[in-house]
């Protein structure tokens, strides 16, 4: 499976986009918690500010009906009823000032503390004996007053008054705590965050809540905010992100393009820079490396142009086989000695077979021994054998010897061949001329 090519901009660029991308959700995240907490933390302190407003407001509904019981009892008509101590008689006045205050409960008690007479519902005569307050049944909650009764510096008793906690006095203390103002029974558990108990009043408990609606919609609003802001600013990243993978990346592949260029042997290209930073001194230094390379490769084509020379002068060609494919490499000499100048023209490799064909046939099998002979002994190869390039015989003196690899093993052959036609015929004339005379070359005596 081919791995697809990813540039190095668009790596950049997705990673700086990636980065970006992950502070600004962290960012958001943050932002958001921190948002929450604080709207959380802030509704908290609402509730607690509307559970005390609304505990103040119950004492001093309590004590708003003290003063006006108070009032009452210091009137000269409540003040004549009270002095005849006439149970029906109280209980009669009971019962019209029940019904004139709106009262549940109107008791009236001896200095004792007995109940002498009452006016109102009697279910609520138990609480004649408790303290000023509010109180509660299944169904209601009510305010207590006790007023003592005093005459001449007399003790004669005291009025308790018990009034119902109506539903528009609650309405009003919703007014001004700024909360929902209410009563549960204690087995409803109160909803974290939106409900407090402010009091127990026996069977119901008084209690504060409010919606959070209100900060629902600015946790809401904000959150969108920041969405938004998140999103410019993410923009705004990859932008940034863009031009910089952009400014980075264009010295690169202009680097890259002078790379090709001088690959393809165009030692004219240059990459100017005047960044002071790490790319610019890749630039300054890819342009030395390039000089260098250029008198590197005029330095190797002087070499081998007095290689050729001395080879052609010496009649010295150069080879390497590889004994894995079979094929040879040979210098320019040696293709002209074998006659293989038109393939060098075509490919650098010559398939072993080509070569062959050049050498006379009655010396193929000694040349084709002494290089089996050199692979699997690893002895060296030198054998002079005749080669027929184009009806002319020549006589060629090969050298060579194995080459292993990394492995150990015998990777390839490399040689040298010499003609040395020239030079045998000397050899043989120098040799008939000792055997023979000069002249009449007729054999010596």
Not at 382 to 407: A, F, K, M, N, W
Request: glycine residues 8%; proline residues 3%.
């Amino acid at each position: 499976m081919t791995t697809p090519r990813i540039s190095v901009g668009a790596r950049l660029l997705i990673l700086l986009s990636g980065m970006a991308a992950l502070a600004t959700v962290l960012m958001l995240l943050i932002q958001d918690r921190t948002l929450a907490a604080d709207l959380e933390q802030a509704a908290s302190a609402r509730l607690g500010k509307a559970a005390r407003a609304a505990s103040l407001l119950a004492s001093s509904h309590v004590d708003s009906l003290t003063r006006r019981y108070r009032a009452i009892s210091g009137t000269p008509q409540f003040r004549a009823t009270l002095e005849v101590q006439d149970v029906p008689t109280l209980t009669h006045y009971a019962e019209q000032l029940a019904s004139r205050e709106g009262a549940a409960l109107i008791a009236f008690l001896d200095a004792s503390g007995d109940l002498m007479a009452i006016g109102g519902d009697p279910n609520l005569v138990a609480w004649t004996q408790s303290k000023p307050g509010l109180r509660a049944d299944s169904t209601r909650a009510y305010a207590l007053t006790r007023i003592a009764l005093e005459a001449s510096g007399n003790a004669l008793g005291s009025l308790v008054a018990i009034e119902p906690i109506t539903d528009p006095i609650l309405a009003g203390w919703s007014n001004l705590c700024g909360a929902q103002v209410l009563l549960r029974p204690p087995q409803f558990e109160p909803q974290a965050g939106v409900e407090q108990v402010v009091s127990s009043l026996g069977d119901l408990e008084l209690r504060v809540a409010f919606s959070l609606d209100a900060e629902h919609d600015a946790l809401v609003r904000s959150r969108t905010n920041l969405l938004m802001a998140g999103g410019v600013t993410l923009g705004l990243a990859f932008l940034a992100s863009f031009f910089l993978s952009r400014s980075i990346v264009r010295p690169i592949l202009e680097i890259q393009s002078a790379t090709e260029r001088i690959a393809q042997g165009d030692f004219d290209v240059h990459t100017p820079s005047d960044r002071m930073d790490e790319i610019g001194d890749v630039a300054r230094a890819f342009d030395v490396m390039r000089d260098r390379l250029r008198g590197l490769l005029s330095e190797l084509r002087q070499s081998r142009t007095q290689l050729e020379n001395a080879q052609r002068l010496a009649r010295i060609g150069s080879w390497q086989m590889d004994l894995q494919s079979g094929e040879l490499t040979g210098s320019a000499e040696f293709r002209a000695m074998f006659g293989l100048e038109n393939e060098s023209e075509t490919s650098k490799a010559i398939p072993h077979m080509l070569v062959l064909q050049q050498i006379h046939p009655e010396d193929r099998h000694d040349f084709e021994q002494a290089i089996r002979d050199c692979i699997e002994e690893g002895t060296g190869l030198s054998l002079e054998h005749r080669l027929v390039v184009q009806d002319v015989e020549r006589i060629i003196h090969t050298q060579g010897q194995v080459i292993s690899g990394r492995d150990g093993m015998a990777g390839r052959i490399e040689g040298t061949c010499q003609d040395v036609s020239e030079r045998k015929r000397s050899e043989e004339q120098i040799r008939f001329l000792a055997y023979h005379d000069n002249l009449t070359g007729l054999g010596n005596r």
